[in-house]
């Protein structure tokens, strides 16, 4: 039996980024605010290392020392709230949601009378750091049923979470498009922008000449990682025998049955070293 790890698989550049800053710190006993990536193997890995996961709550207890803010970022007010209390920042925020931070931010206060709506999952940590660029205002819509309820009268500008599902943001997109139109006579009111993480979208081509060379997909992540979501059901769709696993205890062998080629491959979140387990435990069955 023939076992491949996707090449394409494995941490982005954003979270790689987060996981070294997290490794040079470690020793020091960096507290990260929030799970660093969603994957507790991974963060359990970096706990053993000495960084310690932290919430806002533990702020006050914090002062003077310092926390890391991971790939996803932070509303402004995480800033000034460490600022008050003199906690020092190792910012890790992606470059990529950073820019996204800027643009919507940019677009709020050039036009306070606009909605900003944001496309993506309901009280993600990038969503929060999101909307947080708006005063709280931006409406956050996790399907087209909620875009149905959107106040087109005003002017609409629309971004995405930039882990979000390419073809649905696509399909919400061209309705909101539609319905302002009808409303207006044109989109003038209307304005989208395609905010989905190039190391996300570019994947999806990839995955599916993947799971079609294989004959079997074995997909890990944790199932709290929307980009893992997203991609396991590009691969559910395209081959489907794909499985879902978190972990090697996952592996059920009556899979394996009559099989030439297993695939294996994960979400932008997932480490490389845990897809490597999760094939020495295939081969041994
Ligand atoms: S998926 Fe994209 S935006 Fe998110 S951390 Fe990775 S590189 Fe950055």
Known sequence: MKIEIDKHAGFCFGVTRAIKEAEENSSLGIACLGQI????????????????TVTKEDFPSLA????????????????????????KIIDATCPVVLKLQQQIKEKYNLDKNSIIVIYGKKGHAEVNGLVGQTN??????????????????KNIYLFSQTTSDYFKYQEILNFLEKKSKVFHGNTK??????TICPSVKNRI?????????HDIIIFVSDSNSSNGKMLFGICKETNKNSFFVTSTNDIDKSWFANVKTVGISGATSTPFWLMENIKTKISSL
Do not use: W
């Open 189 to 194: 009111q209307f304005k989208a922008f395609q």
């Open 37 to 52: 990536v969603h994957n507790a193997k991974e963060e359990k890995r970096l706990n053993k290392l000495g960084m310690k």
């Open 136 to 153: 709280g205002e931006a409406i956050v819509i996790g399907s087209i049923e909620e875009a149905k309820n959107l106040d087109v009268s």
């Open 205 to 213: 081509p990839k995955l599916k000449d993947f799971c079609l060379n």
């Open 64 to 87: 003077g020392k310092t926390i890391m803010i991971r790939a996803h970022g932070e509303p402004p007010e995480t800033y000034t709230k460490a600022e008050n209390l003199n906690i």
